[in-house]
Every structure is written in C-alpha cells, then in structure tokens.
C-alpha cells in the first residue's frame, strides 16, 4: 500500500509534525543547571564543539520549553493543533532514551512520549493517539557498545576542524558566538548553505557550554529573519528524573492510530540497483512518467524503490537544494484522496492538475502535491515554491 496516499490528512501532519518536534526535541534535550544570565569566553568553533562532546554525560533533564512552528501559514490548514501551530511546554528526558515533550495553548494540548523505540504522538483537539516504531537501529549507539566491540574515541579537535572545512565547501559557517540561552551560558553557531536553489535559509544551533548539551534548535526560510522552526529552553534543571514521569497514559475513549513508517521489507539488500527509464520501466506494471525536463529542471535519475514490498519509481529533476522528487506507485484501488469531512475537520489545499483533484501541503520550506491518475499514485515534494511544484505535477 502507498504510504503516502494510505494515512489521513490528520494522520499525514500529525505524523510529520511529530516527527518533526521529536527531532528537534531530541536535539533539544537541555541536560544543563540553570545558572546567570552570563555568556563564555570566546573558544575557536571547532575547540567548543570537542568540549561538547567530550563533556561528562548527564543523568536528566527537567525543561521549560517555547515551540514555534510557522512551517504552514495561518488559514492555509484549519483546524491546526499546537504540534502545527507552536506552543509552550515541558520537556524531560533521561539518559536511558526516555523522552516526553507536552505542549499547551489555546488550540489544545499535545504530547510525545518516547522509550527509543516507539514515538506516541498525542493530538488532544481529537483525542487520537498516532503511534510510531521507529526504525532498529543495527549500529551501536554511544553508551550502546556491544559486547565485541570497543568504545569510540571522541573525535580530536583536528578531526573536527578537519569536518567544518569540508561543511564550508558547501555552507557558510559562523563561528561559535558566546550566548546565553535561559540563563545559562552557551556557544551559538549558524549554517546557511551556499547553494539556494531551495526554500531552506539557514538552521542555528546553541549548545551549554558546561555540559555540551543543546539548548535551543532552529530552522530558517530562506529571506525570513525569524526562524519557522524552533524549540528552544527557557527554565532548565538537570539530574536524574523519575520513571513514573514517562508513564503517562492517553485520556479514556481515545482513539489510538498505528501509523506505518516506510520500509525495505521484502527487498534484497545485496540486489543491484535498478536504475534508468528503460530499467525501471521494465519492473513496474504501470507507465512511468519521467519527461526529459520538469518545472525546467533536467532530469537527473530514475531509481527503482520498494515500498513496503511494492515496487515504484522515483524520478529526481534538478540538483541540490531545489531537487524535485516524483514518486510513482500503481494505486491501491482507492478511488479518491481522504476527505476533510472524515478527517476531523482537518483538510488540505486541493489545486487541479490536469483535471484530477490533488491535495497540496506547502509549506515555508518547501511543497508536497498527491494525486491519482489512469491507477497511479504520483506524490510531487521538493523545497521550492507551491507555483514550481504545481508545474512540476502538471508536466507528469
């Protein structure tokens, strides 16, 4: 079944908003004492990177939190919950994965919970649990060591001066900037990449600089000077935090969603790659659509890809930043995309294309446009903007 096309618009934004929050959550996890409004001494940016993550580990922490998530403008997505529209909150965490993230506002509460392996993503504006396993991770993560093999050594200042310069190739990189992030003295760093074929503007980070840990995250649109992404401390306590603090439950009577995350089951990993418009054309069973150009974009590649055992086709048009990516998979037999009706109130731009209803999800960093066709599922995505990736679908 097509991924994509099988969730729910409600399911669809909550996954990703989720998943989003998780991310920059996880980032986030300020392991650090609240302290005076004081800034460090200057270090060289690769110098205060090695002292982060060579710092001792800490045990938890207990945060004050400020969401902001400007991603889809206001009125384009009703019926928006805090996960969609910011918040402010608490954040815990423990150094054994745990992790709980609860945001509050005048939309409706929302919260995530996290043991490592799963995500539940509470939406209180319908009272639905979307419940996600993430993906086993097959390598040994840090304080994860296996029993064969041996610790990692940090990296020395030399590496990672040696990873920035190979980074400035590509993006501009500030130095690390003495900050001061809820009253705890931090180092601050920018990247913005060089090539601007996309939406994306820069992403900052801040990070303590006692104890290494992140402190505030964020993402900017390119030519926007506030950022449409950010999670970030504002009152920040560390040490160990209770077991019972993860063990929250959802309230009676609500609905709980498994919500499926792509995977390569049922493929063999030791295959050649199908590459090519003849190639892949041959091992699907539906008419591919990959025009030399799309949206005035070159053709780049024609991949074959496998979707929970299904075969499909993604075409990539253009390079860097601005790439547009075309995925097509032979429908499911569905006739028509969810409805807003069905989904809670919750609905998604429609835009014609070609005559076939699409759904479009455009966003500050970039757009997504779905819509079927003769028994095709075709999803349009790239970071550019909604008028270049309506064209782009048009042109299928």
């Known amino acids: 079944m097509n991924f994509l096309r099988a969730l729910s618009t409600r399911r669809l934004l909550a996954a990703v908003a989720g998943a989003v929050a998780l991310a920059i959550g996880a980032t986030a996890i300020a ?18 990177v090695h002292d982060a993550v060579t710092a001792p580990t800490v045990a938890g922490v207990s945060a004050r939190i400020t969401f902001t998530n400007k991603l889809i403008a206001g009125g384009a997505v009703p019926g928006t919950n805090p996960l969609l529209g910011g918040a402010t909150g608490r954040l815990w965490a423990s150094s054994d994965g745990h992790l709980r993230l609860e945001l509050q506002s005048a939309a409706g509460d929302a919260q995530i919970l996290s043991d490592g392996h799963t995500v539940s993503v509470y939406d209180g504006t319908s009272n639905t649990v979307y419940r996600v396993t993430l993906p086993a991770d ?7 060591q ?5 610790p990692t050594a940090p990296p020395t200042v030399a590496d990672i001066q040696a990873k920035l310069t190979e980074l400035m190739d590509s993006a501009d990189v500030s130095a690390a900037n003495p900050v001061n992030v809820a009253g705890r003295p931090a180092y601050s760093v920018r990247i913005t990449p060089k090539d601007q074929g996309g939406l994306l503007g820069a ?7 006692d104890h290494g840990t992140p402190l505030r995250a964020a993402v900017y649109a390119r030519g926007d000077s506030t950022p449409v992404l950010e999670l970030a401390a504002t009152d920040i306590s560390f040490g160990p935090v209770p077991s019972s603090t993860f063990d929250v439950q959802p309230p009676a009577g609500a609905q709980t969603v498994n919500v499926d995350l792509p995977s390569s089951q049922g493929s063999d990993p030791t295959a050649p790659d199908v590459t090519g418009v003849a190639a892949v054309s041959r091992a699907i069973s539906f008419p591919l659509a990959a025009p030399d150009t799309l949206a005035g974009l070159p053709r780049n590649e024609v991949r ?6 299904q075969p499909a086709g993604l075409v990539t048009y253009g390079s860097g930043l601005g790439t547009i990516a ?8 569905s006739t028509s995309m969810p409805s807003s009706s069905s989904d809670h109130g919750l609905s998604l731009p429609s835009v014609s294309i070609n005559g076939v209803s699409a759904q ?4 500050a960093l970039g757009t997504v446009l779905r819509f079927s066709r003769s028994g095709v599922d075709y999803t349009v995505a790239g970071s550019v903007p909604q008028a270049t990736a309506e064209t782009a679908a048009r042109g299928l």
């Not at 097959?138 to 994860?144: I, K, Q, R």
């Not at 992403?203 to 600089?209: F, G, I, K, Q, S």
């Open 31 to 48: 392991l650090a004492a609240t302290g005076t409004a004081t800034v460090p001494a200057p270090k060289p940016l690769a110098t205060a």
């Open 138 to 144: 097959n390598g040994a993560g840090a304080g994860d």
């Open 146 to 150: 296996s029993a064969d093999s041996a």
């Open 203 to 209: 992403a900052e980070l801040a990070w303590d600089a």
């Open 304 to 309: 074959l890809v496998d979707l929970q055992g």
């Open 326 to 333: 075309v995925l097509e998979q032979a429908s499911d037999g």
């Open 360 to 363: 479009e999800l455009p966003t």
